[in-house]
Structure formats: C-alpha cells, structure tokens
C-alpha cells in the first residue's frame, strides 16, 4: 500500500503534519493534529487525497477541512455575567442584559453563545443569533439547546414542554413522561432528528430518532444534568448531591466528594468524551479523565458565581 505525508498550515505558518501516512483504495486519508498554535488546542484535519503521493499545504488548502476544539468553558452567574476559561478568544459580552439566567449553549464553532432566562427570554453574544424566545408559554424555563447546525434551538420548561425556535423541529416522544415530574435537561441527536429529556428523578424520554437508553432509575436521587455520548447509546447523568450515574455505554469516572461540593450545576465531558467536568452553585470545579490537562490553569473555583450555567467544548 502506498504511503505519503501530510502538511498543514495555519495563517501561513508551516505546522507539522502527518507522515507515512497510508493511501488506501478510497484514496482518501485523515491526519489527527495536535498543535501550539496560540495556546495549546486541536485540529482535526481531514484530507481528500488527490493523487499525488505527498499532499503539500497548497494542494491540502483546497479540500481540507478542519475543526477547531479548544477545550473552553462557559459559565454565566446568577447576576447574568457570562465568562469562560481557556477557548483561543475572551468570551463575548452579551447584547443585552440578562436577567434570572438559566441556561447557557454555545454555537458550533465555539464564537457564541446564547442564555436562556426563566422567563423564556433568549440573549445571544458573538456569532449566535436569536431566533425566538419562549414568551407568553407557561414556565419557567429551565434549558436550551441548540440543534447540530446552529441555526436553531430547543427551550425546555420545568413541565416538559418543548418550544422549537428556528431550524428545531418538535418530535414525538417514544414513551410517557413520568408523572408529575420536573423536566431540568434537553439535548439533540447527533443528527437532529430527535431530542432527550432528562426529568429530576433520572428519567429519559426519547424523542424522533433518539435512542431509547437503558438503565435503571437511581432511587432518591434529584438529578440536575445530563451528558449524552456522540454515539447516542449512552448518558451520564449528575446528581444534585455530585454523584455521577452512568446510563447504556457511558462510563461514569467519578464524583465530586460530597464534603468539598455544593450544590451541582453542570458536567460537561470534554471532545473526545474521555473526561469530564463537574462544576457546583460555589464555583468549584472537579476535573476527571483528561478533562485534568484540557485546559492549562484551570481554577479549582471559578469566578463566576453564584454559578447556574456551563458548558464546554
């Protein structure tokens, strides 16, 4: 099988690339960049092969594709301050002012993010745009996600009931929601073809082409967020208390000791869903897997706080 190398390039600048790399009969090759371009921070590079047995940067320019994962989170306080922690640019100031925050999504390229307020009200910062809020339904509010694409969202009420803005689409669900219970999570398909929501008693319910995912239900547990795996065959849901519960073929790494953590706000797994963290009401962060080296000088308490909202990339 013939081989061959790949370069890479940034800002003009030459990075090493891949090297021996194997062309196979789909004449296509991939090449995983690690690089100390700005700050620490990766590049998932994809190059179509076109033939020649070395790709240089001027040929790979034109049929790259490349996505960024700095590992960043965000966090948004219980004043409305939204501030983030690595990432390769200072998290932008919201357009307007937030009150009783929520929730907190950012966009897929990372340059944006959206908070939702209790009352249904969505403000937006760098590249997101506001498609719609939740205004005159009953709430409150209580989780936003935004769809694969990003040009749309989910808001999610403490009812369990979904208000679809942009290029969100309703689905029907796949089984009943529990009775007289509290919904606190949503979160899209790989593919946005469904949703799952995650209700205070560790329920899940599946919506459109979201995996129905076994497990059984964690006896009086109250749970406050949830991480579901890119494959869609596994969750790992967080427990007021800390505790991390793993559900289908999620592999739970830990928790937080209940003796160092208030009351849980977020788990936010890193890219590679090898690690996570766990963040609390006071700021306190506990880092598991290789969330431990995602980000250099991340603070064992952060600085927004009283803290109601993260996520991360």
Not at 119 to 146: E, K, M
Not at 217 to 239: E, I, Q
Request: charged share 15%; with cysteine.
């Amino acid at each position: 099988m013939p081989r061959g190398s790949i370069t890479f390039t940034i800002n003009g600048t030459p990075v090493r690339g891949c090297t021996n790399v194997a062309l196979g009969a789909s004449r296509e090759v991939s090449c995983a960049l690690v690089t100390g371009y700005s700050q620490p921070g990766e590049f998932l590079i994809r190059l179509r092969y076109s033939g020649s047995a070395v790709l240089r940067a001027a040929q790979a320019a034109r049929s790259e594709r490349v996505i960024p994962r700095w590992h960043r989170l965000w966090l948004v306080s219980a004043r409305g301050i939204v501030t983030s922690v690595g990432g390769a640019s200072p998290a932008p100031a919201p357009r307007t002012s937030v009150r009783r925050p929520v929730a907190l999504a950012h966009t897929p390229d990372d340059s944006g993010y959206w908070v939702l307020s209790a009352d249904g009200t969505v403000t937006s910062a760098g590249d997101a745009r506001v498609f719609g809020g939740g205004q005159g339904r009953p709430g409150p509010f209580v989780d936003l996600a935004p769809t694969p694409s990003g040009r749309g969202y989910y808001l999610l009420t403490a009812r369990g009931v979904v208000v679809a803005r942009g290029d969100a689409r309703l689905r029907r669900a796949k089984g009943l929601p529990p009775r007289a219970g509290r919904a606190v999570a949503i979160a899209p398909t790989a593919d946005g073809g469904g949703y799952w929501i995650l209700w205070r008693n560790g329920a899940l319910t599946a919506f459109g082409d979201a995996t129905t995912i076994p497990g059984a239900r964690t006896r009086g547990a109250s749970f406050v967020a949830v991480a579901f795996a890119p494959n869609g065959r596994g969750a790992l849901l967080l427990s007021a208390s800390g505790r991390v519960v793993a559900r289908g073929d999620a592999r739970a790494l830990g928790g937080a000791p209940q003796r160092a953590f208030g009351d849980a706000v977020a788990l936010v797994p890193t890219g590679d869903w090898r690690g996570y963290w766990l963040l609390d009401r006071s700021g306190h962060v506990f880092s598991f897997g290789d969330a431990r080296h995602a980000i250099a000088g991340l603070p064992r308490i952060v600085p927004a706080v009283p803290l109601v909202a993260a996520a991360g990339t």
